[in-house]
């Protein structure tokens, strides 16, 4: 059974760093591209972050709204990955999700979610 546990979220001041993680069992992170997503209450969900599989040389994407401010890696001993998340505002504050498929790159239709972190910057 394959599960994703987010963790590492909480209440943090603007201009603070937060560190993500997301554990997976029942599947190897390596051989997957991993995503990560938030959401905040009355807005679309928004894939903030994305490493393709380590076939794929782990390349990353982020959309203009966090570039410079986020990072994604892997830890395949772990079989966990990060989100690293500095220089937060106000509007980062969502719930933050990771998902996963077996696919080498990123941009591919996720099968494996988590349950979510609530991130909450304050002003």
């Known amino acids: 059974q394959v599960q994703l546990v987010e963790s590492g979220g909480g209440l943090v001041q603007s201009g603070g760093s937060l560190r993500l993680s997301c554990a997976a069992s029942?599947?190897?992170?390596?051989?997957?591209?991993v995503g990560w997503f938030r959401q905040a209450p009355g807005k679309e969900r928004e894939e903030v972050s994305c490493?393709?599989?380590?076939?794929?040389?782990?390349?990353?994407f982020y959309p203009d709204s966090v570039k410079g401010r986020f990072a994604i890696s892997r830890d395949s001993a772990k079989n966990t990955v990060y989100l690293q998340m500095n220089s937060l505002k106000p509007e980062d504050t969502a719930i933050y999700f990771c998902?996963?498929?077996?696919?080498?790159?990123?941009?591919?239709?996720?099968?494996?979610w988590g349950q979510g972190t609530q991130v909450t910057v304050s002003s």
């Open positions: 998902a996963a498929v077996e696919d080498p790159d990123c941009g591919a239709e996720y099968d494996y």
């Open positions: 029942g599947f190897t992170l390596d051989d997957a591209t």
């Open positions: 490493i393709s599989s380590s076939s794929s040389n782990g390349d990353t």
